[in-house]
């Protein structure tokens, strides 16, 4: 892996760092474990060796964590609960990935690194903020990598990169340290549905660090077969991406389910998303960093400085208003579905598409309708590759359950991968090797 990571990423700008030494260390471990025990290894290591990247906004022990920024990180080098939860399972760090600073844009643009390109054509984006992550895996880099999602930074790049992505419902598993906003999750990224639900039990369950952790509610009583889904279509989805989702409708009335179309049952929370988000940036860079800032996510802090209490209170009461409306949705229906991006990926020196590539008009997250919602609500999301677009660029469909849902989620994506029978694989990609 480590050979491969050294060969192609060049080309793709994956990691920011890579964990030569410890990495092969715990290789070797795993093997000598492996040919002493056989299978029985894999008893109190359900991961043993399974070779893991982590965003670069998350600590690590024994790697830099730069969080795309020239600011100084001044947090404990410690491994966050989620990395140290892979490793107690067997996982093997490999490196850590790319993202924008502090993950304020869904690219991977930042100071720090050049951006990363998209496997499937080296002149797009790999969507952001774990756009090194998605990238890693659909290049074959790693098995599986961990990211962060604050307002679709799983989901898009998964999308974009033709891998899996997953979002699970707030607090289930620790964030930490915690984010003011309350907006952030960390997720799994990997190339089946399968590796990801393996990851879950490993990666859940709560940590007094985090005092969000652990308050997910019990899973719903199990909805009766067939599913009922309500299928939405985003204003501006683009031909080629709608193109390939219609595809998948007869693909899941074959399996059984329901599928009713529906208008976007929410109005646009994009206002409160972005009042929040400002307000969280402003609050955690002092005007003295402001030199050392990435000049569009300044933008974002700067405004966020004008914002009032009362708008700040505005968004939170929108934030309220939501979640409100999507339970009273999610009474009608057992999952949503719907493109998780509306638009093919757009240049990879670009924060987004042209018309919104502009910090300053506060647009930069407009693009992407489908993934901020469910961050504002805290549900589970889940973006599944489901074709390739007539340019050859890949297409996630997005599935969204209630609060706590995660496992209706995970299986009905699972079974509708495997009707859909897809395998993905972006040109030069690599196969793991050691």
């Known amino acids: 892996m480590l050979t491969a990571i050294r060969e192609?990423?060049?080309?793709?700008?994956?990691?920011?760092?890579?964990?030569?030494?410890?990495?092969?260390?715990?290789?070797?471990?795993?093997?000598?474990?492996?040919?002493?025990?056989?299978?029985?290894?894999?008893?109190?290591?359900?991961?043993?060796?399974?070779?893991?990247?982590?965003?670069?906004?998350?600590?690590?022990?024994?790697?830099?964590?730069?969080?795309?920024?020239?600011?100084?990180?001044?947090?404990?080098?410690?491994?966050?609960?989620?990395?140290a939860r892979l490793r107690a399972a067997g996982a093997i760090v490999v490196g850590k990935t790319t993202t924008s600073e502090y993950g304020w844009s869904a690219s991977t643009v930042s100071r720090v690194s050049a951006p990363t390109r998209n496997p499937w054509a080296p002149d797009r984006t790999?969507?952001?903020?774990?756009?090194?992550?998605?990238?890693?895996?659909?290049?074959?880099?790693?098995?599986?990598?961990?990211?962060?999602?604050?307002?679709?930074?799983?989901?898009?790049?998964?999308?974009f990169c033709g891998v899996v992505g997953f979002k699970p419902s707030y607090g289930r598993i620790p964030y930490v340290p915690p984010c003011a906003e309350r907006l952030s999750h960390v997720g799994p990224l990997a190339r089946s549905v399968a590796d990801v639900a393996e990851l879950m039990p490993v990666l859940s369950g709560p940590d007094h660090r985090d005092?969000?952790?652990?308050?997910?509610?019990?899973?719903?009583?199990?909805?009766?077969?067939?599913?009922?889904?309500?299928?939405i279509e985003f204003p501006g989805t683009a031909d080629p991406v709608r193109d390939v989702t219609?595809?998948?409708?007869?693909?899941?009335?074959?399996?059984?389910?329901?599928?009713?179309?529906?208008?976007?049952?929410?109005?646009?929370?994009?206002?409160?998303?972005?009042?929040?988000?400002?307000?969280?940036?402003?609050?955690?860079?002092?005007?003295?960093?402001?030199?050392?800032?990435?000049?569009?996510?300044?933008?974002?802090?700067?405004?966020?400085?004008?914002?009032?209490?009362?708008?700040?209170?505005?968004?939170?009461?929108?934030?309220?208003?939501?979640?409100?409306?999507?339970?009273?949705?999610?009474?009608?229906?057992?999952?949503?579905?719907?493109?998780?991006?509306?638009?093919?990926?757009?240049?990879?020196d670009a924060i987004g598409p042209p018309w919104a590539a502009d910090p300053a008009d506060l647009r930069w997250l407009s693009w992407s309708p489908a993934a901020h919602p469910f961050n504002l609500t805290g549900q589970p999301a889940l973006s599944l590759p489901v074709g390739l677009t007539p340019a050859g660029l890949p297409v996630g469909l997005q599935l969204v359950g209630a609060v706590g849902a995660d496992d209706l989620v995970l299986s009905a994506a699972g079974l509708l991968e495997t009707a859909l029978g897809l395998t993905l694989t972006p040109p030069g990609s690599t196969t793991e090797g050691t």
């Open 8 to 83: 192609t990423d060049p080309g793709i700008g994956a990691y920011v760092e890579v964990a030569h030494t410890r990495a092969l260390r715990e290789a070797e471990a795993a093997d000598r474990l492996l040919a002493a025990v056989g299978e029985a290894a894999f008893r109190d290591r359900p991961l043993l060796g399974v070779t893991v990247s982590v965003k670069d906004l998350v600590q690590t022990e024994d790697l830099p964590t730069r969080r795309g920024s020239l600011l100084p990180n001044r947090r404990t080098a410690a491994d966050a609960p989620a990395v």
């Open 126 to 159: 790999a969507g952001g903020s774990s756009g090194g992550s998605a990238a890693a895996v659909a290049a074959g880099l790693c098995t599986v990598s961990l990211g962060t999602d604050g307002a679709g930074s799983v989901r898009i790049p998964a999308a």
């Open 211 to 231: 005092p969000d952790s652990g308050t997910v509610p019990p899973p719903p009583t199990a909805p009766p077969a067939p599913l009922r889904i309500g299928w």
């Open 246 to 348: 219609e595809g998948v409708l007869p693909v899941l009335t074959a399996l059984g389910h329901r599928v009713d179309r529906i208008e976007v049952p929410f109005p646009d929370p994009y206002g409160a998303l972005v009042d929040i988000l400002a307000a969280a940036d402003a609050h955690g860079t002092p005007p003295a960093d402001d030199s050392r800032c990435d000049r569009g996510r300044l933008a974002i802090v700067r405004y966020g400085r004008s914002l009032s209490a009362a708008a700040v209170a505005r968004a939170e009461e929108a934030r309220l208003a939501l979640r409100a409306r999507l339970a009273m949705v999610m009474e009608s229906y057992d999952l949503l579905a719907m493109a998780t991006v509306p638009i093919e990926p757009f240049a990879a």
